[in-house]
């Protein structure tokens, strides 16, 4: 391969990466937020796939190859940069306070058990409690500071390009391929782009990588104590206490499903400090040094996601959750070899990120019937349609034959929104894009759940309270439309929502995050109040449609804003969606005979007391509303009309 090579993330998987490839000979250039801020400054730096006792045999081999790398590995980059890794071949001490049954042999890595006597020997010091534990000689450690430092040196040094205090915002795509990434600093291309940005992936892909917070602190040896008192890890139950040669100590972690809250905490402080003392009492009276946190990226499985993507000249190398310094070597040489010589390694397969687009475990009860078969209104025997013919609905360019849209939000079941979509016979189904990503209560499988290659996704961004926040869910929401096959899909709902009573969208915020969005090419379709100046202020921006609310989003009060849509679908030119507010099929008839093109309704479907049977009835409501307002319906009079005619009447 040749060309330029964009890394994303200043990590110490991203450098390392890129070191790789320099040497190999390629031209890297490293995009980094806040070279700060990476959780690898914040890690104690264990090479411990023995003492974690991973169970994974993929997994486990990673990690073994990835530990036997170590010594050459830093010392070749010690060499290049003058400067030390703090490696060290020091072996980790797993004490344990419970008896251990049948002591038996750990597995194909040296491991030895310490009974209480031979452990007290072997690191005195250790807490009265401790009954015995397990050594494992193999196991090291390195100074992951030190090592952040030498290969942001040593990427220096090999002339990669270096850009700390660049935010990477989205990918841009086509067909199959990154062509840039839109970043605070502009438009960045390359040939060939690596993911690598931690616990903050999914901020630009929807791939489960999800911050888990890790609170640390250290302690300093006093230097009136002449020799390092402890000179092996100790790796006990949720604690670890990691010894330095320059006299600090190293204690963490907690693990904590927080999102991205940061700060240290009392609560977290005082856990670390009591499971340290107890497994090593003369803590108590070492100086604390510093306390911090960082924010590991975790994924379902805590196995990492490594390899190919979705797009041809996109690979990833991120979610190393506990592992991220340990498994360093080997993701920069397995990378480098699929990136720069194609060379795909058989362990890269256990990793790829297809792992977690699983098969629904309930039967998927989409409609048969591909996209391009219009739906009958009524049977064609019962009426001739020659005076009023039934153009499709078309969106950005797209034919869909259906003008009913709904949601999959508020369901009771997975498999309730399954059959409700079906009877729907709806084309286009919305989707929060941060709920799926959070796997919010009833989200969960939301993505598998249904037939994307006959349903068209309309991602959402429902949740996001400012233009700014809601542009960026857009983009997560195409990469999200791309991994389930939609590579074409550029669509986008969104909603910009500050009020949280009464959830009235921001007409100011609307706009210029639409404005925002036409120009990278999505097809927007913006929620707003039935506002005639704002739709065609919209229009004007280029959204593809304006979709009006009737009444307030949920409530199911019907048509109170009838006067202002009559005025939006006579004056646009663009596809009206009627959205929110709808909550009998009565009211779906009527705002399709007001001339709206389509409607979108997830609440009075998904909250009725028969959901399936709410959305046969809105199906047939919206084709009757279409088929009424086309025919035309009759003009009112003032005054009575007879049905019958009065000529050739019989007269008494």
């Given at each position: 391969?040749?060309?330029e090579?964009v890394i994303?993330g200043?990590g ?6 890129a ?6 000979g390629?031209?890297?250039?490293v995009?980094?937020r806040d070279f700060?801020?990476?959780a690898s400054?914040?890690?104690a ?5 023995d003492?974690?006792r991973?169970t994974?045999?993929a997994?486990k081999s990673l990690?073994?190859?990835s530990?036997s790398l170590?010594?050459d590995?830093t010392q ?17 001490l797993a004490p ?8 038996k042999d ?5 491991a ?17 409690d401790?009954?015995?534990g ?9 100074d ?5 430092h030498v290969l ?9 390009e ?8 989205a990918?841009l795509?086509?067909?199959?391929q990154v062509i ?12 060939h ?5 931690g616990a903050w992936?999914?901020q630009?892909?929807p791939?489960p990588?999800?911050p888990?917070k890790?609170q640390?602190?250290s ?5 009136s104590l002449p020799?390092?008192?402890l000179k ?9 206490i990691?010894p330095?040669r320059?006299?600090s100590?190293i204690?963490g972690?907690?693990s904590e499903?927080?999102?991205?809250t ?8 005082q856990a670390?400090l009591?499971?340290?003392?107890r497994l090593?009492?003369e803590l108590?009276?070492?100086p604390?040094?510093e ?5 590991r990226p975790?994924?379902p ?8 993507s979705h797009?041809a ?10 592992n991220?310094i340990l498994l ?7 990378i ?16 790829h990120?297809?792992?977690f687009?699983?098969q629904p ?8 019937s ?10 064609s025997?019962?009426l001739?349609?020659?005076k ?11 034919t ?11 369901y009771?079941?997975i ?5 409700s979509?079906?009877a729907?016979?709806c084309?286009i189904?919305?989707v929060a894009?941060?709920?799926v ?9 939301l993505?598998e759940?249904l037939?994307w290659s006959?349903i068209w996704?309309?991602?959402?961004t429902a949740g996001c309270q400012?233009a ?12 999200m ?5 939609q590579?074409d899909?550029n669509?986008?709902?969104?909603e ?5 009573k009464?959830?009235l969208?921001d007409?100011?915020?609307?706009l210029q995050a ?6 990278e090419g999505f097809a927007?379709?913006?929620y707003?109040?039935?506002d005639p100046m704002?739709?065609k202020?919209?229009?004007e ?9 009737a009444?307030p ?6 048509l109170?804003t009838?006067?202002n ?7 646009a030119?663009?596809?009206?969606v009627v959205?929110?507010?709808i909550g009998?099929p009565s009211e779906?008839?009527q ?6 093109d ?14 399936i049977?709410?959305?046969?009835a ?5 084709q009757?509303?279409?088929?009424a307002?086309?025919?035309?319906r009759?003009?009112?009079k ?15």
């Amino acid at each position: 391969m040749t060309g330029e090579i964009v890394i994303i993330g200043g990590g110490v998987i991203g450098l390392a990466i890129a070191v790789e490839l320099k040497w190999r000979g390629a031209n890297v250039t490293v995009l980094c937020r806040d070279f700060q801020a990476a959780a690898s400054h914040a890690a104690a730096g264990m090479l411990a796939p023995d003492a974690e006792r991973i169970t994974d045999g993929a997994m486990k081999s990673l990690c073994w190859r990835s530990r036997s790398l170590y010594p050459d590995w830093t010392q070749k980059l010690e060499n290049l940069t003058g400067l030390k890794t703090g490696y060290w071949a020091c072996g980790i001490l797993a004490p344990v306070y419970e008896p251990q049954g049948d002591i038996k042999d750990k597995g194909e890595s040296p491991a030895y058990w310490l009974d209480k006597t031979a452990i007290h020997h072997y690191q005195s010091g250790l807490g009265s409690d401790v009954v015995g534990g397990w050594w494992y000689p193999e196991d090291a450690q390195v100074d992951n500071r030190a090592l952040v430092h030498v290969l942001w040196t040593a990427a220096e040094s090999l002339g990669v390009e270096l850009k700390d205090g660049v935010t990477v915002e989205a990918f841009l795509q086509q067909q199959g391929q990154v062509i840039g990434v839109q970043t605070n600093m502009g438009i960045i291309r390359a040939d060939h782009y690596v993911l690598a940005t931690g616990a903050w992936s999914n901020q630009l892909l929807p791939i489960p990588v999800f911050p888990r917070k890790g609170q640390m602190l250290s302690v300093r040896v006093p230097d009136s104590l002449p020799e390092l008192p402890l000179k092996r890890v100790l790796f006990g139950d949720n604690i670890y206490i990691v010894p330095r040669r320059d006299r600090s100590i190293i204690i963490g972690a907690t693990s904590e499903d927080v999102g991205f809250t940061p700060h240290n905490t009392p609560d977290g402080m005082q856990a670390l400090l009591q499971g340290a003392m107890r497994l090593y009492p003369e803590l108590q009276h070492y100086p604390i040094q510093e306390f911090w946190w960082g924010f590991r990226p975790g994924t379902p499985d805590e196995l990492p996601i490594l390899g190919t993507s979705h797009c041809a000249n996109l690979t990833l190398a991120t979610g190393h959750y506990r592992n991220g310094i340990l498994l360093t070597p080997i993701t920069a040489q397995l990378i480098a070899d699929l990136v720069w010589e194609q060379k795909s390694d058989p362990l890269l397969s256990h990793f790829h990120y297809s792992r977690f687009q699983k098969q629904p475990s309930t039967p998927m009860l989409i409609s048969q019937s591909p996209v391009s078969n219009p739906q009958s209104p009524v049977p064609s025997d019962a009426l001739s349609l020659s005076k009023c013919p039934q153009s499709p609905l078309t969106i950005a360019g797209k034919t869909f034959h259906s003008r009913l849209m709904t949601g999959t939000g508020k369901y009771r079941s997975i498999e309730e929104m399954q059959q409700s979509v079906e009877a729907s016979g709806c084309q286009i189904v919305t989707v929060a894009v941060r709920r799926v990503q959070t796997k919010a209560p009833g989200h969960e499988g939301l993505a598998e759940a249904l037939d994307w290659s006959k349903i068209w996704m309309l991602p959402n961004t429902a949740g996001c309270q400012t233009a700014e926040e809601a542009i960026r869910v857009a983009r997560l929401g195409r990469e999200m439309a791309k991994l389930l096959g939609q590579e074409d899909n550029n669509f986008i709902k969104l909603e910009v929502i500050p009020d949280q009573k009464y959830l009235l969208p921001d007409p100011i915020g609307t706009l210029q995050a639409a404005e925002q969005l036409v120009k990278e090419g999505f097809a927007v379709l913006p929620y707003i109040n039935a506002d005639p100046m704002l739709a065609k202020r919209l229009e004007e921006v280029g959204c593809a449609t304006v979709m009006p609310l009737a009444s307030p989003i949920g409530s199911g009060q019907g048509l109170k804003t009838t006067a202002n849509i009559q005025i939006i679908i006579e004056n646009a030119n663009i596809p009206v969606v009627v959205d929110a507010g709808i909550g009998a099929p009565s009211e779906a008839s009527q705002a399709m005979e007001l001339g709206a093109d389509a409607l979108l309704i997830n609440s009075a479907i998904a909250l009725a007391q028969n959901p399936i049977a709410m959305a046969r009835a809105m199906n047939l409501a919206t084709q009757a509303g279409r088929l009424a307002y086309l025919a035309g319906r009759m003009p009112i009079k003032s005054y009575a009309s007879a049905s019958s005619p009065l000529t050739g009447t019989i007269v008494s």
